[in-house]
């Protein structure tokens, strides 16, 4: 059974710095597309983040242009976890944060394009 857990989520005030992770089990990852996704009451989900394998143990990274230079992401040595670093936090990056993970992903900021999502986490950014 496939299971993408999340964790790291919390309050924390503009301007701090909060880092997500991701775990993944029940089959081998390495190969996948895995990356967060975001969404805000209200809103629809949003594209934050994505690694992409390339080949061997090299992997590519896509940032949302509303979190670049803000947030970074990066895949675990076990590349089934993956990370998200989030620095300069604002509140309008309050949502909730989903981990997903793809096998032949071609548009990453497009979520139908993922085959597992994690639960979620809260992230809250007060001013």
């Known amino acids: 059974q496939v299971q993408l857990v999340e964790s790291g989520g919390g309050l924390v005030q503009a301007g701090g710095s909060l880092r997500l992770s991701c775990a993944a089990s029940g089959r081998t990852f390495s190969t996948y597309a895995m990356g967060w996704f975001r969404q805000a009451p209200g809103k629809e989900r949003e594209f934050v983040a994505v690694t992409r394998w390339r080949s061997g143990s090299t992997y590519s990274a896509y940032i949302g242009d509303s979190v670049k230079g803000r947030f970074t992401i990066s895949r675990g040595n076990a590349k089934n976890t993956v990370y998200l670093q989030m620095n300069s936090l604002k509140p309008e990056d309050t949502a909730v944060y989903y981990c997903?993970?793809?096998?032949?992903?071609?548009?990453?900021?497009?979520?139908?394009?993922?085959?597992?999502w994690g639960q979620g986490t809260q992230v809250t950014v007060s001013s």
């Open positions: 997903a993970a793809g096998s032949g992903v071609a548009d990453f900021r497009q979520d139908g394009e993922y085959d597992y």
